[in-house]
């Protein structure tokens, strides 16, 4: 009988997200899946697993983007392989703005009202009056303190620094949570891009092959070159862009290679629509090379729709 092992995941981090976290567990080998839930301090022990590559999946339902996606080896051992899953509570977080209190302005008001006091009985001098030393003492010292008061008034009302510090921390916590969100919708899109042409693709040289007559050694060939695509789809851009034009050119030689084996035929073959579509993509893949960034490299999947002429999902309309 063969030997059975289990994991042993932890998550970690934000123990309030473990009451509604779920976690999935695909076998790479035999496509099996499991999905189970991890008690309330993130504990989660699944037993009786084949040993193997896994793809480990923890998810949210207030996330978009899984929480952790990546593939752990089971080991055969009589104890389980822990996987720890470190949740951030940054994915969570959703602060409000900080009250800050009004300023007391009452001492300032206090303070000009006293000014205003002192220095209305000055007011009432007749041209040649003398002005008394008391009453220009009392003129400097009410000055002095409506110069103190206005100053007081520019510390409580416009702080050292911005003007609204609360504000300042929404709005960076803002901006982080929708650079988070553009970049997990920018890697689901270039995922599910790369998906659409790697099964267009698979379906063209199907038929490409069905047409040629070719014999196995071709199909495992070229079969094997799309499964290692599709194993890469979310490996950075340089490199999925680099196995693709290998991929391209690949296929532009050994289709070419085919129609010389059709002999007179080989014209008519390589003027077949779908022969076509496989040359022009392979061809866009050749052309552009490994590229660095992700929006050149969805340029790319734009080329080759618009020189096939038709949607990558004529296929759903058979």
């Known amino acids: 009988m063969a030997l059975k092992a289990a994991f042993n995941i932890q998550l970690q981090g934000f123990p309030q997200a473990n009451r509604d976290a779920e976690v999935t567990l695909v076998n790479q080998s035999t496509g099996s899946r499991f999905v189970r839930k991890p008690f309330l301090d993130g504990q989660l022990i699944m037993r009786d ?26 080991l055969p051992q009589p104890f ?7 949740v951030r509570p940054e994915l969570f977080r959703d602060t409000p703005i900080r009250d800050i209190p009004d300023a007391d302005l009452s001492p300032v008001q206090q303070a000009a009202t006293t000014v205003k006091e002192t220095l209305s009985p000055l007011g009432t001098k007749s041209p040649g009056e003398t002005i008394r030393s008391s009453d220009w003492n ?31 921390e929404k709005t960076a916590e803002i901006q982080g949570n929708i650079r988070r969100f553009t970049e997990s919708f920018g890697r689901s899109l270039l995922e599910l891009r790369r998906d659409i042409e790697s099964q267009q693709l698979r379906r063209n040289l199907l038929d490409t092959l069905d ?33 693709l034009s290998r991929a391209g050119n690949a296929f532009i030689q050994e289709v070419n290679e085919l129609a010389v084996a059709q002999g007179a035929e080989g014209d008519s073959f390589l003027k077949e629509p779908v022969v076509q579509s496989v040359m022009l993509a392979a061809t866009q893949y050749a052309n552009v090379g490994t590229q660095v960034k992700a929006e050149d490299e969805l340029q790319t999947y734009m080329r080759t729709t618009t020189t096939s002429k038709k949607s990558k999902f004529s296929w759903a309309q058979r």
């Open 49 to 74: 697993l084949e040993p193997g590559p896994y793809e480990i999946s923890v998810r949210h339902p207030n996330l978009i983007e899984p929480i952790d996606r990546r593939v752990v080896r089971l």
């Open 80 to 86: 389980p392989t822990r996987v720890p899953v470190v």
């Open 138 to 168: 009392a003129l400097v010292g009410a000055m002095t303190d409506l110069a103190g008061a206005v100053l007081e008034l520019t510390q409580l009302v416009s702080p050292i620094g911005h003007d609204h510090p609360e504000i300042a």
């Open 211 to 243: 047409r040629a007559g070719a014999p196995t050694e071709i199909r495992n060939r070229w079969t094997q070159r799309i499964d290692d695509l599709e194993e890469a789809i979310q490996q950075p851009t340089p490199v999925w862009t680099g196995k």
